[in-house]
């Protein structure tokens, strides 16, 4: 079966670096994406990943490893409205999106 | 204004009735979606539209239906509703000409079934 993983919960501190992890186990690859979703709130887009390697988008980078199936969400000096949930989703080879069941992320000031 | 409106936010409602979430969108996209969102589990997909007459099911279709009366609207039914379907309903957006096929939700539907 295809399968999404990632932690369910972190705590991370204000200003400080934190890296959400996300493995997963998919019938095929096409990309890889991680959104935010803040309480109560629709899901936003952060960034996808096709091909190996680091993407830099200002505070937030996402990281993949494609013979691991592996990848990682990097945030940077950390602002309590980073206070969210944040969902890894794998585009298979059907071109459909299988997700995680996210990770919550707890700042502290 | 959303880009992509969900009608009604918040509806309460009783086992057996029907209900319609409505979906609209001024991104002028060719897809749109309706996923599921229930604690510890990762969002589901119920239906999927590529276009006017194009409907496919999802992974979790059962109990459900869907109408996409024209590119911009794309609405979801309940015919009986029971209490398992008690769960927030998010609609979403897609451009099939866009390079990472980006989804653009809507701000969501609570549905309560009592």
Redesign the interface.
Known sequence: GQN?DQP?EMTATEGAIVQINCTYQTSGFN?L?W?QQHA??????LS?NVLDGLEEKGRFSSFLSRSKGYSYLLLKELQMKDSASY?C?V?DSN????????TKLIIKP | DADVTQTPRNRITKTGKRIMLECSQTKGHDRMYWYRQDPGLGLRLIYYSFDVKDINKGEISDGYSVSRQAQAKFSLSLESAIPNQTALYFCATSDSTAHTGELFFGEGSRLTVL
């Open positions: 999404i369910t990309g994406f959104y109560g709130e629709a899901p936003t887009f996808y969902l989703a585009m071109y459909q999106l299988i997700w995680g069941a996210g």
